[in-house]
């Protein structure tokens, strides 16, 4: 199995282990004389054993990650890069958006604001941010596809 595929996976179980929290939350409890539209004990083994899978592939996924390299770095280095430029991205973003606000004075004696950072400069390093973003992804994506899955 491929890392990418091992991903795919994962997601879907997350996906399916919530939807079970919900139908099993719906079924518990009952009123008294009153059965259930779903077994209580089939979902739970349905959940068990989605957890169980789940946690094989995280300790598959988080061993291929450390001991893969791309780039010159091993992926759990690269997604952190990755996570942590989203972050710095966004808050680039809003400086941009807030610099880049007008403030109106009805009259000339109102008190003038101005942005003390240029949303220009601002923007174009918001720019490089994103495309350092994407390059990764990129990398991360095709690492991904060409990587076997260690267990």
């Known amino acids: 199995m491929k890392l990418a595929e091992a991903l795919q996976e994962r997601a879907d179980l997350n996906r399916k282990i919530e939807e079970l929290r919900r ?3 719906n079924v518990v409890l009952v ?29 598959a996924i988080n ?6 390299k791309a780039g010159g770095m091993t992926l759990t280095a ?3 890069r990755k996570d942590a430029l989203l972050i710095k991205l966004s808050a680039y973003r ?6 880049g606000q007008n403030t109106n004075r009805a009259r000339g004696t109102e008190i003038k604001v101005k942005a003390v950072l240029k949303a220009a400069d601002l923007q174009r ?14 990398l991360l994506q095709e690492t ?7 267990e």
């Open 94 to 99: 809003d400086l941009v958006y807030t610099a």
């Open 23 to 25: 139908r099993l939350g």
């Open 144 to 150: 991904n596809w060409k990587t076997k899955l260690m």
């Open 31 to 59: 009123q008294e004389g009153e059965e259930p539209a779903e077994d209580p004990a089939e979902l739970l083994r349905q959940l068990n054993e989605a957890l169980a899978r789940l946690e094989q592939l995280m300790a």
């Open 63 to 68: 061993l291929t990650n450390c001991r893969t």
């Open 125 to 138: 390093e918001a720019d490089q941010i994103a495309k350092e973003v994407r390059e990764l992804d990129n």
């Open 78 to 80: 690269l997604i952190a």
